[in-house]
């Protein structure tokens, strides 16, 4: 039978989406099921294994029921993660060990304050990143130095872990016999832009580090998932009680494995240097193609996989991390009620001309790229009596802008490229007003596309790739259409001015956490 369609997961960090995608690159049908975080201790951030794992099956079986879709149709699958969050199971039964630590959580921030001393350069320089527990390998060593019964059973090769892709991959081969492990339970893999996530991956070589393991707490090699390209039959069908209970006797291919970010940017056609994409969710994540070339930033952003068609290769990009945006427009609904729904803060930013010179620095968790500020908090300064709320909702919207005007301006530094527009997608690129304060605050000119699952379609147009579904990078560039642009309105002069101000507020907002009297547990 003709294949049509290429089946794509996208496990996110508030939600689960499955999607089809025709041949021409057309959303063919969409399901989402969001998932709880989990927050045991101030700074701490966890969800379950177990949920969202329930939650692909349920998507995957409303795309397929409810949706009407032949999976006899259905050429392969790919898959899109969150990256950075940590899954630890039991090899034997596939039970989780503990709750996911999300990318989002702090608990490892000491032990990177100690590590900083004494390897920072060394991690520079074989994973592209800068120290900070956002990454992998803090949490992994969080959990060997805190947790006994899991650090147990990883020294004694009776757990299995990985980021939420191997997680998914696993469950899904469960039972597979022609997997590229045939002695585990399920097909135990990862990519290289995944891997390249962790800081216990070594970009260079694209391998495993002996020494970044050693520094996460002496990890067995064992332990850790077989590292392969983006695109490519990373398990050859698969069968056993969970696949029946999806697609029946039909045994669908996993051709693809990226990470989120990087799936974005490719479903958004940045084939060449130079080209870049800004995706808006609960963080921003900016990344800029560099190619074949691995730079090293001096501005402090990321160098990392973009992602890989060949074993042994791959193709890196430049990235720029936020923390808080999208979340900060829901923490205005669900922390100060300002807003009913997320959607409505477009409307009422709307009722005022500007700020009143209110800025807002939604460091909860820190400051990421560029600063790299563990220790920095959310800071609203310049309220007067005459603040409302429309102020603070409009600069909560100028706050991701500016956010993404530090990064791109960074890149501009990094690469010497002159940055002539940007791609955006997200769910927070669908607010006009937001996307127009992007184009005046950033001087480029912004381009949304029709299909805003950009991850997602990213996701399967590396599987399509794998099987020949799609035959090109060319065939693919082909199906992406701009929606709307947004171009630049305002002034250099005022435009300068405000980014001034913006400065100057997170400078008052960065190491808050170890500045002030409590902190130190003064009164």
């Known amino acids: 039978m003709r294949k049509e369609y290429v089946m794509a997961i996208d496990q996110g960090t508030t939600n689960t989406k499955v999607a089809l995608f025709s041949k021409e690159g057309s959303l063919v049908y969409f399901a989402i099921k969001e998932h709880a975080q989990i927050y045991p201790k101030p700074g701490w951030v966890e969800e379950d294994p177990n949920e969202i794992w329930q939650n692909v099956k349920a998507c995957i079986k409303e795309v397929i029921k409810i949706g009407k879709v032949d999976v006899n149709k259905i050429d392969s699958i790919g898959i899109a993660n969150q990256r950075e969050s940590l899954v630890v199971w039991e090899k034997e039964t596939g039970n989780p060990l503990y709750n996911i630590i999300v990318w989002q959580d702090r608990r490892s921030s000491k032990l990177v304050d100690d590590l900083k001393k004494e390897y920072e350069e060394l991690i520079k320089e074989k994973t592209g990143l800068v120290p900070d527990a956002y990454f992998t390998g803090p949490k992994l060593l969080w959990l060997t130095k805190n947790i006994e019964r899991i650090k147990d059973k990883i020294y004694s090769g009776e757990a299995l872990l990985g980021t939420i892709d191997s997680w998914i991959i696993w469950n899904l081969t469960k039972g597979t016999k022609d997997s590229l ?111 074949d070339e691995k730079i090293r930033s001096k501005a402090n952003l990321l160098t990392t996989v973009y992602y890989s068609t060949e074993e042994g290769k791959a193709k890196y990009t430049l990235e720029g991390s936020i923390f808080i945006t999208g979340a900060a427009v829901q923490w205005l609904k669900d922390g100060l009620n300002i807003v009913k729904g997320v959607e409505e803060i477009e409307e009422i930013a709307k009722r005022v001309a500007d700020t009143g010179g209110v800025y807002f620095v939604p460091a909860f968790t820190g400051l990421a790229a560029p600063y790299w500020d563990q220790y920095a908090r959310g800071l609203l300064v310049g309220v007067t009596a005459a603040t409302t709320t ?134």
């Open 181 to 291: 492990t045939p002695e585990m339970k399920g097909a135990y893999v990862t990519d290289y832009s995944n891997a390249s996530r962790t800081m216990l991956f070594n970009i260079n070589s694209l391998s495993w580090d002996p020494d970044l393991l050693k520094i996460a707490g002496q990890i067995p090699l064992d332990s850790l998932p077989l590292p392969r390209p983006s695109s490519e039959k990373l398990a050859y069908g698969f069968s056993g009680d969970e696949s029946a209970e999806l697609f029946g006797s039909l045994r669908i291919p996993v051709t693809a494995d990226i990470g989120d970010q990087q799936g974005a940017l490719f479903g958004q056609v940045c084939f060449k240097k130079g080209e870049i994409k800004s995706t808006y969710g609960t963080g921003n994540f900016i990344l800029i193609n560099t190619e």
């Open 390 to 523: 429309a102020h603070i909702a409009r600069s909560t919207l100028e706050s991701i802008a500016y956010l993404n005007r530090d990064v791109i301006d960074a890149m501009v530094k990094d690469t010497g490229i002159s940055i002539e527009e940007i791609k955006v997608d997200g769910g927070g690129s669908k607010n006009n007003f937001l996307m127009q304060l992007q184009a005046d605050i950033t001087g480029i000119k912004i381009l949304r596309p029709y299909v805003l699952e950009t991850t997602a379609q990213g996701a399967s147009y590396l599987a399509g790739l794998a099987t020949g579904f799609w035959q090109s990078l060319e065939q693919l560039t082909q199906n992406w259409k701009p929606e709307r642009t947004f171009y630049p309105e305002i002034s250099v002069y005022k435009r300068e001015k405000l980014y001034a101000g913006w400065k100057a507020a997170v400078k008052r907002s960065m190491g808050w956490a170890t500045d002030v009297p409590w902190a130190y547990g003064l009164r």
